[in-house]
């Protein structure tokens, strides 16, 4: 009990630890093994304890740990290492005994059961990724770990059964850094956007091998699974899709459909979702086809494309233009198309529906067995709801509280009721919606009104959301929330980035939306979903914000377009500051398309919202600007500035004019107006005047101040870190950029090392591709040629990755040294060195240019960083 208190949570600190090869030492060892395990968790358990760590359980050989603080943690994991070391082991040991310890830090909840969160299983693998004695460390943990122990980044890798690249990071002890160790014991990276923690399936091996031999053994290259909603499609097609990572060299995609609206929105999400929407120039097709030739085979699911059928067409020109292409769709019906396969997925057999039903029960705590006394019950219950997992799912929630028989009876009852009143509702619906009915109808008013108020919701979303929109007429969001989910009608998921979220799984969603659409107050939710996202990208419009400003808006992508939707249709004026807003954040995204799509209906609308007017055609400037429109820009810009009315806006307007100042070389224009607009947030808040002051730093720098721009840059700094402000994302690459310019090349090197690592983890191509730029220049000056032609040309690889990007407008600073560098090296040898780069993959890219980059800054020596890129 006591020590149930102590158990941290939250997001707290990780250790995993383990004995490498114990079961073969424990065999070898025989009497022997008893006292060095005994010392072993001796040793342990006082290091831990030494740092106030709790230990949550040890299995067998295997320590797991939890700490408040994870300084503390890294102490308590490194002096554990040192601690095995220093003791004397008997012989048949050998030297040490050889622990390897895995150190994340993220959210976990603790329960009666212990620990759950998908971060507890993200620690394992990074243990498990471990040599022995060597601890590794996630990104997460060394961000947070600070100076307390010294690290080597070993670049990203991927973890079992996590889809997407991690980057790692090895604890350097007394000396013994990556290079004492072979690289980390990890799946072989594939670029892919698949969400961490796939679904367990039951009985679906059948239907997995014939999706797997359909698109693999036989070739085939549009797959479609279709069945009912709720029969178990997505699921089963992340599962294949994760089984086929291994195959898809080039990746696998996920491009979710289900709240596109027509069947011309499908390419753009594809676009999307592969991360090829940079350029206006180019339709999505020809951004899809741009990024994907060429580089081997690939995976694309479209989930939920139902209602888009008619984008077939389109999706077997994608096909023939893309020879390595396979796609897996996910819907209800077929495309009908001659070069389809259709993959039909049934209810599950009754032995699996009884396992499923089990399960539910199991992890809501109950402890009958549908092999007892039960199971024909249970087995009517199945049958009633036609072996559909997601009823069965809805049903076994309910054995809670209701007896089997219970459960069984009311079930008859209400799937006879539907019957009879929605005679037109399709069929294979039927047991789904009436499931849905009798469970609502079972609980109290507050509970069934949320579900419906949830239809407005595009996807999951965080509890704040949730409680802001549906919420406003006091209804207890939270309480209605619990009782949703107990009995799962609403679900709460753990995504990769360390949000816990809540939504309707895809099926109920839609009956949900059906049920929100024929209600009458239908709109005053839908105006109330769209306030909130107003109010999210509204707080974030002029990028100068804290950091989790900037993020909640971005991620509220699927919403906002949801909303914006609806305030269109029915002539909102919210659409107008809404659209504006939006159109600036996805120009901020590098997402110039859909910014301009945007834009057109808000340019176009009469209004006299001067605020709204302005951040509409600072986005339109910066567009035009990255197509090299730069005239229009500058009109635009203009137009911008003449138009804001409050000093944020004006602010933005003033910065965004001098970029494109200087994209026409007028540096002192840029400083005029960067400055002013500076002045104009100086006395008002933190982020504000740090993002002012970070493009005023930018423009002094152009303008050849180069102390000034420095030391306005450490005020951006001492300004904006108490509030993490976004501005701190584009310090590295301004600190490297001055470096650079002042001759200090090896701290440029680190600087962009640094930048390239943090972009990386935003996903902020445009970033990466500017940094990418700026090292390979900076290598040259080194005189670093071959790693210099190297950087380049994965700089180009990125470059045509995202679609073409504009240059920098700093970038002549740096010069041409790649001219001189290919000639220093002889031309064949360039391009040899050239081809390479391009050849590194999208998802190491960054890794192998930080190894490039540190390696020139002697931060890490030679040998480790040959061999951990090769
Ligand atoms: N084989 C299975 N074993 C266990 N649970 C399953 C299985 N198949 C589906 N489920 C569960 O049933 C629910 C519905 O599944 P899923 O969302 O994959 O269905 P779908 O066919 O994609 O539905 P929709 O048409 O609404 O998109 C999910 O909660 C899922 O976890
Ligand atoms: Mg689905």
Not at 61 to 83: E, G, K, Q
Not at 716 to 742: F, K
Not at 828 to 857: D, I
């Amino acid at each position: 009990v006591v020590e149930l208190q102590q158990a941290p949570q939250g997001t707290i600190a990780l250790l995993f630890t383990d004995i490498e090869g114990s079961t073969r030492l424990a065999s070898k060892l025989g009497a022997v093994w008893g006292d060095v395990l005994a010392n072993h968790h001796a040793l342990l358990s006082q290091a831990i304890a030494a740092e106030d760590g709790f230990v949550d359980g040890i299995e067998g050989d295997a320590f797991f740990a939890t700490f408040v603080d994870a300084a503390a943690a890294a102490r308590a994991a490194v002096a554990s290492l040192r601690a095995l070391r220093a003791h004397r082991w008997p012989a048949e040991v050998g030297d040490e005994l050889a622990v390897r310890m895995g150190l994340h830090v993220g959210f976990v909840e603790r329960r009666r059961t212990g620990y759950v969160g998908l971060e507890v299983h993200r620690a394992a693998r990074v243990a498990a990724a471990a040599h022995g004695g060597q601890l590794l460390l996630t990104g997460a943990a060394r961000a947070l770990t600070g100076d307390a122990i010294p690290v080597e980044p070993l670049g990203s890798h991927r973890l079992k059964d996590f889809p997407s690249p991690e980057p790692l990071f090895c604890a350097v002890v007394d000396g013994r850094g990556a290079a004492a160790f072979p690289p980390p014991r990890t799946q072989e990276l594939r670029p892919t956007n698949l969400p961490a923690g796939l679904p367990a399936l039951i009985g679906r091996e059948e239907d997995l091998q014939r999706v797997r031999s359909a698109l693999v053994d036989e070739g085939e290259r549009l797959v479609t699974l279709t069945g009912r909603g709720g029969v178990g499609k997505t699921s089963l097609a992340l599962v294949a899709a994760s089984e086929l990572l291994d195959e898809h060299e080039a990746g696998v995609w996920l491009v979710n459909l289900a709240t596109a609206a027509s069947p011309d929105e499908v390419l753009p999400a594809v676009a999307g979702a592969i991360g090829a929407d940079r350029d206006v120039t180019v339709s999505a097709q020809e951004a899809v086809i741009a990024r994907l030739r060429g580089r081997g085979r690939v995976l694309l699911i479209l989930d939920n494309l139902e209602r888009l059928v008619a984008a077939g067409p389109e999706l077997l020109e994608l096909l023939d233009a893309l020879p390595d292409l396979h796609i897996l769709i996910t819907s209800q019906v077929p495309l009908r198309l001659a070069a389809e396969r259709c993959v039909p997925l049934d209810a599950l057999e009754e032995a699996a529906a009884l396992a499923l039903i089990d399960r539910v029960r199991k992890r809501r705590g109950a402890m009958v067995s549908s092999h007892g006394p039960d199971r024909d019950t249970l087995l009517e219950v199945a049958r009633l709801l036609d072996c559909l997992p997601l009823g069965l799912e809805l049903a076994a929630a309910r054995l809670g509280l209701l007896s089997p028989n219970q459960l069984r009876d009311r079930l008859r009852a209400s799937t006879d009721l539907l019957q009879d009143s929605a005679a037109d509702r399709p069929d294979r619906q039927r047991s789904l919606r009436a499931t849905v009915d009798w469970t609502l109808s079972l609980l109290e008013v507050c509970p069934r009104e949320l579900f419906v108020r949830m239809g407005v919701f595009a996807g999951p979303v965080e509890l704040d959301d949730l409680e802001s929109v549906a919420g406003i007429d006091g209804l207890d969001v939270l309480e209605a929330l619990a009782r949703l989910i107990d009995v799962a009608l609403a679900r709460r998921i753990e995504s990769g980035d360390g949000r816990v979220r809540f939504g309707l799984p895809e099926a109920l969603r839609q009956i949900s939306a059906e049920m929100l659409g024929s209600s009458a107050d239908a709109d005053r939710w839908r105006r109330s979903h769209a306030r909130r996202q107003h109010d999210l990208a509204w707080s974030a419009r002029t990028l100068f914000v804290p950091a989790n400003v900037f993020r909640a808006a971005s991620a509220a992508d699927a919403e906002a377009t949801a909303a914006l939707r609806w305030a269109r249709e029915i002539g909102d004026p919210i659409a107008i500051p809404l659209g504006a807003a939006r159109a600036m954040l996805l120009a901020a995204d590098g997402r110039f398309r859909e910014a301009l799509s945007v834009l057109e209906p808000v340019l176009r609308s009469p209004t006299d919202d001067r605020s709204a007017t302005s951040i509409a055609l600072c986005a339109y400037a910066v567009t035009l600007c990255v197509l090299g429109r730069l005239d229009s820009a500058m009109t635009s810009a203009d137009r911008a500035v003449e138009s804001a009315a409050d000093p944020e806006t004006r602010a933005l307007a003033l910065s965004m004019r001098g970029v494109i100042h200087a994209y026409h070389r007028e540096f002192e224009a840029d400083v005029q107006d960067s400055s002013e607009a500076t002045a104009l947030l100086r006395d008002r808040d933190p982020a504000g005047y740090a993002g002012a002051l970070l493009y005023e730093a930018q423009a002094r720098m152009m303008a050849g101040e180069l102390d000034r721009a420095r030391e306005q840059l450490a005020e951006v700094e001492r300004v904006g870190r108490p509030v993490d402000a976004r501005a701190l994302w584009h310090l590295d690459t301004l600190s490297g950029d001055i470096a650079v310019l002042t001759g200090h090349l090896q701290e440029g090197c680190q600087h962009y090392a640094r930048s390239l690592e943090a972009a990386e983890a935003r996903g902020d191509q445009l970033q990466i591709h500017h940094d990418l730029s700026s090292l390979g220049q900076t290598l040259a000056m080194m005189g670093r040629d071959e790693d210099a032609l190297d950087v380049a040309g994965m700089t180009e690889a990125h470059a045509v990755q995202i679609g073409g990007v504009a240059a920098r407008p700093g970038d002549h600073f740096h010069g041409n040294h790649l001219g001189p560098a290919a000639q220093r090296v002889g031309s064949a040898l360039a391009e040899e060195f050239k081809t390479r780069g391009r050849a590194v993959p999208a998802a190491t890219r960054v890794t192998v240019a930080c190894q490039r980059a540190r390696r020139a800054a002697g931060q890490v020596n030679e040998d480790v960083a040959v061999r951990t890129s090769e």
